[in-house]
């Protein structure tokens, strides 16, 4: 039985990990570098949509498509972001009404993928964390 319930425990713990996001988080100026874009936006509407999948020839993937307006661009795109992708466990969690710091990246196998990964994140005034951190990419903004 103490097997049983050991293999058990053992099962959860690796399902578990592989479920979790695993990237290293980024400071401020290497998001800022990694990024065509870095916006401070609200969501309006989502919708999921099929698209090519880059990374897997004649194979689509299916993504969650956000549209959104700006309150603050800290790093305009030479070509306009005109809505927001996210998947998977290290995709951010968007919602409608709520607001967001995005780093939207250069490069990546879906356009205009925003995640924990590149450095985004909700954005809750309320939250002195969430306050420091738009102040740092405030800050960082300037000096660029």
Request: proline share 3%; charged share 25%.
């Amino acid at each position: 039985m103490k097997i049983l319930q050991f293999l058990t425990l053992i099962c959860v713990m690796f399902s578990y990990d592989a479920l979790s996001c695993s990237c290293g988080l980024k400071s401020v100026e290497e998001s800022f570098g990694d990024a065509k874009a870095v916006l401070l936006i609200e969501v309006q509407s989502l919708k999921v949509v099929t698209i090519p999948d880059k990374s897997r020839k004649d194979e689509y993937r299916k993504v969650l498509e956000a549209t959104f307006n700006t309150i603050e661009t800290f790093k305009e795109s030479a070509i306009p972001v005109e809505s927001l992708r996210t998947y998977s466990n290290c995709g951010l969690d968007l919602y409608p009404t709520q607001r967001y710091l995005v780093y939207v990246p250069k490069e990546s196998s879906v356009e205009n993928y925003v995640s924990h990964c590149h450095g985004s994140f909700t954005y809750r005034p309320q939250l002195e964390f969430a306050e420091s951190k738009l102040k740092l990419v405030r800050e960082y903004a300037k000096k660029e």
